[in-house]
C-alpha cells in the first residue's frame, strides 16, 4: 500500500514559469510533510516543510500548499531556473517530524532554457 | 544542519560477496537511518539504527541480510551480504538530530555482478 502518492512522474516547464508538484496521502497521523530536492549522484536535500495547522508555506521561490480535508500537498516553484532542474520527492511523517519518513515516487522536473 | 559522509561512494562487487558501508556524522545524533534508493526510484527504509540499542528492520528487510551496527552517536555501518545483482542500489544513511529534519548522506552506489 503506497501511502503517499506523488503526480506526475516527469515534469517538463519552460524558465520562468510554474512547476507544480502534487502528493496525497492516505494515513491521517501523518503531521509533518517535507519536499526533498535531489540532483544526480547525491543525496536528497531538504528543500521545505509543513506542518498541518498551516494552508500554505513560502521560502523564496518555493511554496507548498496544504489541504488537510482532501490530504494533499503540492510544491510550487516560481519563476523555474534550469538550476532547478532535478528529482523533487514528498514525503511524510508522524510525531511532528521526528519519525521515519515515507517518500512519494518523485518527480523528475526538467527546466528547459 | 549535519553533515554526513559516506564510505565507499559506489562500488562494484561479485554476487554472494558481502559489502560494508560506512556513515560518519559531524555531530552527535540520537536516529540515523538506512535508506535503498533504486535507480530512478523512491527511497525505502531499511532500517532504524538508533544507539544502544538494536536495528528495527522494515518489512522484507532482515538483519542476516542487512546487519548494521551503532557504536556510537556519529557512525554507524550497514553491511549487505550474500549480495545478487537485485541488491543493485544506492544506499543512503540519513540522521535526525535536536530538529525534525532528517540530513542525508551522499550515497553509495553499488553495482553487483
Known amino acids: 500500500q503506497q501511502q503517499v502518492k506523488q503526480s506526475p512522474q516527469s515534469l517538463i516547464v519552460q524558465k520562468g514559469g510554474i512547476s507544480i508538484i502534487n502528493c496525497a496521502y492516505e494515513?491521517?497521523?501523518?503531521?509533518?510533510f517535507p519536499w526533498y530536492q535531489q540532483f544526480p549522484g547525491k543525496g536528497p536535500a531538504l528543500l521545505i516543510a509543513?506542518?498541518?495547522?498551516?494552508s500554505e508555506k513560502k521560502e523564496g521561490r518555493f511554496t507548498i500548499s496544504f489541504n488537510k480535508s482532501a490530504k494533499q500537498f503540492s510544491l510550487h516553484i516560481m519563476d523555474s531556473q534550469p538550476g532547478d532542474s532535478a528529482t523533487y520527492f514528498c514525503a511524510a511523517s508522524m510525531n511532528s517530524g521526528y519519525s521515519t519518513l515515507t517518500f512519494g515516487k518523485g518527480t523528475m522536473l526538467l527546466v528547459s532554457p | 544542519s549535519a553533515v554526513i559522509s559516506q564510505k565507499p561512494s559506489r562500488d562494484i562487487c561479485q554476487r554472494g560477496t558481502s559489502l560494508t558501508i560506512q556513515c560518519q556524522v559531524d555531530?552527535?545524533?540520537?536516529?540515523m537511518f538506512w535508506y535503498r534508493q533504486q535507480p530512478g526510484q523512491s527511497l525505502t527504509l531499511i532500517a532504524t539504527?538508533?544507539?544502544?540499542?538494536?536495528?528495527?528492520?522494515e518489512s522484507g528487510f532482515v538483519i542476516d541480510k542487512f546487519p548494521i551496527s551503532r557504536p556510537n552517536l556519529t557512525f554507524s555501518t550497514l553491511t549487505v551480504s550474500n549480495m545478487s545483482p537485485e541488491d543493485s542500489s544506492i544506499y543512503l544513511c540519513?540522521?535526525?538530530?535536536?530538529?525534525?529534519?532528517?540530513?542525508f548522506g551522499p550515497g553509495t552506489r553499488l553495482t553487483v555482478l
Open positions: 494515513n491521517t497521523a501523518f503531521d509533518y
Open positions: 509543513i506542518r498541518p495547522d498551516v
Open positions: 540519513s540522521v535526525q538530530g535536536e530538529t525534525d529534519t532528517q540530513y
Open positions: 555531530s552527535q545524533v540520537t536516529m
Open positions: 539504527a538508533n544507539q544502544g540499542s538494536e536495528a528495527t528492520y
